[in-house]
Each structure stands twice: as structure tokens, then as C-alpha cells.
């Protein structure tokens, strides 16, 4: 299995833009994450789906965040319109099963930056 | 809510040993995980840890005592590949996500 995809890996903006981020889970994973990482607060769950369902979105930020997951196989985060502080490492991460020590897997994440 | 208290950062010489701390308070504890993260790659996951006692894994162990909310990560016969974050993440009752620390940004030095 290829893993966690995302796109793009880097992302560079400026202010007000759309940005789009895109996740293909692991095949056959039926929980799909959503995270932001800074250096300041570390790693931070913003939304995460079951079989396709958003469950929790307590953690996104705020209105100009969106996520969706069309089907099994496709996750996009969406920020409109995008501001500087919204500049961070975004990973997605997938995961089979609904406890014990089933672990998540991350994708390679992407960078971005917005001007 | 949640809280994960682990130091900033730690330095050790490669071939020695190293133990990494994790303290949290959870309303309802499901499970404790180890992720290492290297420099600009993502999360990999370690161990994890449900029941008290130490779980080995090769190099590294990791330990749990749930009364004392307390987990600490250790690592043997250090590499300088083992320079990375190590990131403590707990899961709640009923939860079916983490919620991870800050991270601890190990430095091995020959």
C-alpha cells in the first residue's frame, strides 16, 4: 500500500486566498483525520470522520475551515479565505478500527504558508 | 479536558541510554501512545500502552502507571538516527481520536 497521500506538499499563498489540501487515506481505514501542526501548539486534532461521516469538528478553528469527505477514498480541508496565521504543517492520518492499539497512520503532510 | 506535560527538549550521547516523560490528566483513559516524528516527515507510531507496566519493543520501552497519570518513553544503546520528537498522545473513553503533547525534541550526540 502506498500509505497516506496528500497534495500538495508545499503550499505557498497570499492572504484572502483559497487554499485546498487533499487526503486519500489508506485503503480500506474507515477513520480519517485531520491535524495542524505548529511549534507553538504542537499537534492539533482540527476534525476527523468515520466511514465518511464527520464525528468531532470541535477542534476547526473557526468558520473559514471546512472538511469534507465525498467518499472513502477522498478528503479535502478547505481555508477560505486563507490568513497568515493559518500557516502551518496539515496532516492527514488514517486508521483501521475503533480501539485498542490501533494506530494511526500519517501521511507526508503539507506545508503551508500564506503571505 | 486534556493535558500532556512532556520536556521541551533532551540531549544524549549516542550508545547511552534515555528516558523520556510524559505526565497527562484525562477525564476517562483509554490508552497511551509514543509517536516518533523526525525532522519534516510525519508522526510514526511507537508503542502503545493501556494497562500498567513496561511493554518492550527492541530499543525501546515504554512504561504506564495510571494512578500516577505518568508514562515515560525509553530508549537503549542510542542512535544518531533516534534524533527526532517524540510526541505522547492520549485517547479518552469513548474517544476515537488523540490528543498529543507538545512533544520532546531528542538530540543524540557522538
Known amino acids: 500500500d502506498a500509505g497516506v497521500i496528500q497534495s500538495p506538499r508545499h503550499e505557498v499563498t497570499e492572504m484572502g486566498q483559497e487554499v485546498t489540501l487533499r487526503c486519500k487515506p489508506i485503503?480500506?481505514?474507515?477513520?480519517l483525520f485531520w491535524y495542524r501542526q505548529t511549534m507553538m501548539r504542537g499537534l492539533e486534532l482540527l476534525i476527523y470522520?468515520?466511514?465518511?461521516?464527520?464525528?468531532?469538528d470541535s477542534g476547526m478553528p473557526e468558520d473559514r475551515f471546512s472538511a469534507k469527505m465525498p467518499n472513502a477514498s477522498f478528503s479535502t480541508l478547505k481555508i477560505q479565505p486563507s490568513e497568515p496565521r493559518d500557516s502551518a504543517v496539515y496532516f492527514c492520518?488514517?486508521?483501521?478500527?475503533?480501539?485498542?492499539?490501533?494506530?494511526?497512520?500519517f501521511g507526508p503532510g503539507t506545508r503551508l504558508t500564506v503571505l | 479536558g486534556q493535558n500532556i506535560d512532556q520536556p521541551t527538549e533532551m540531549t544524549a550521547t549516542e550508545g547511552a541510554i534515555v528516558q523520556i516523560n510524559c505526565t497527562y490528566q484525562?477525564?476517562?483513559?483509554?490508552?497511551l501512545f509514543w509517536y516518533q516524528q523526525h525532522a519534516g516527515e510525519a508522526p510514526t507510531f511507537l508503542s502503545y500502552?493501556?494497562?500498567?507496566g513496561l511493554e518492550e519493543k527492541g530499543r525501546f520501552s515504554s512504561f504506564l502507571s495510571r494512578s500516577k497519570g505518568y508514562s515515560y518513553l525509553l530508549l537503549k544503546e542510542l542512535q544518531m538516527k533516534d534524533s527526532a520528537s517524540y510526541l505522547c498522545?492520549?485517547?479518552?473513553?469513548?474517544?476515537?481520536?488523540?490528543?498529543f503533547g507538545t512533544g520532546t525534541r531528542l538530540t543524540v550526540i557522538p
Open positions: 500502552n493501556v494497562l500498567d
Open positions: 492520518a488514517s486508521r483501521l478500527g475503533t480501539g485498542g492499539r490501533d494506530e494511526q497512520f
Open positions: 498522545a492520549v485517547r479518552q473513553t469513548g474517544a476515537n481520536n488523540l490528543f
Open positions: 485503503s480500506g481505514h474507515d477513520y
Open positions: 470522520f468515520n466511514n465518511n461521516v464527520p464525528i468531532d
Open positions: 484525562t477525564s476517562g483513559f483509554n490508552g
